[in-house]
């Protein structure tokens, strides 16, 4: 079982300006997955980014990279750049090796003022 | 193909009756999830599928919930006898075989309104 702490329910952003929203999570487990989604208002859940525990080099998708400290157990999301389209509820979610179940934290919503 | 659709999109029924739900995956996907997302949640896991097989179900499936993926395609989730409480969006995704962990392509979701 694993529980998922994204501590700022909510967070604004200038356009153009960075930001960088924060995930913990409780895992037991080595071999694991990290995943950020985002789902716009009224829109469907998309990924963002995803990370392998194993790996040390933190993953990057253009404007988005994600900050993986394994032993706190964070893995926290910087926008680059913001845009108004990314105003949205962000979802921190780990995924344990072996399951096939997201465990989804309660969500960032993210509002980019133009 | 156009992603994962999910019908009907908005569900509203009274207390007691029964309801069912249906999605259809991105067609080569043999992975089928069910998710419940209640307001300013993220959202919970139900149940999973590989092609047919329901390999995992979460305790939140009561016995008044079924799922059912009698093909290995699209996939119907039921609640008997609904409750005020059972209101929630629904949310199914599909993912790849794949030989790792594949991305969970989302749908749009049904949202189910109990009176």
């Known amino acids: 079982a694993q529980t998922v702490t994204q501590s700022q329910p909510e967070m604004s952003v200038q356009e153009a300006e960075t930001v960088t929203l924060s995930c913990t999570y409780d895992t037991s487990e080595s071999d694991y997955y990290l995943f950020w989604y985002k789902q716009p208002p009224s829109r469907q859940m998309i990924l963002v980014i995803r990370?392998?525990?194993?790996?040390?080099q933190n993953a990057t998708e253009n404007r988005f990279s994600v900050n993986f400290q394994k032993a706190a157990k964070s893995f926290s999301l910087k926008i680059s750049d913001s845009q108004l389209g990314d105003a949205a509820m962000y979802f921190c979610a780990p995924l344990e090796g072996g399951s096939e179940k997201l465990v989804f934290g309660k969500g960032t919503k993210l509002t980019v003022n133009p | 193909d156009t992603g994962v659709s999910q019908n009907p999109r908005h569900k509203i029924t009274k207390r007691g009756q029964n309801v069912t739900f249906r999605c259809d995956p991105i067609s080569e996907h043999n992975r089928l999830y069910w998710y419940r997302q209640t307001l300013g949640q993220g959202p919970e896991f139900l149940t999973y599928f590989q092609n047919e097989a329901q390999l995992e179900k979460s305790r939140l499936l009561s016995d008044r919930f079924s799922a059912e993926r009698p093909k290995g395609s699209f996939s119907t989730l039921e609640i008997q006898r609904t409750e005020q409480g059972d209101s929630a969006m629904y949310l199914c995704a599909s993912s790849s075989p794949g030989t790792g962990v594949e991305e969970q392509y989302f749908g749009p979701g049904t949202r189910l309104t109990v009176t």
């Open positions: 990370q392998e525990a194993y790996k040390q």
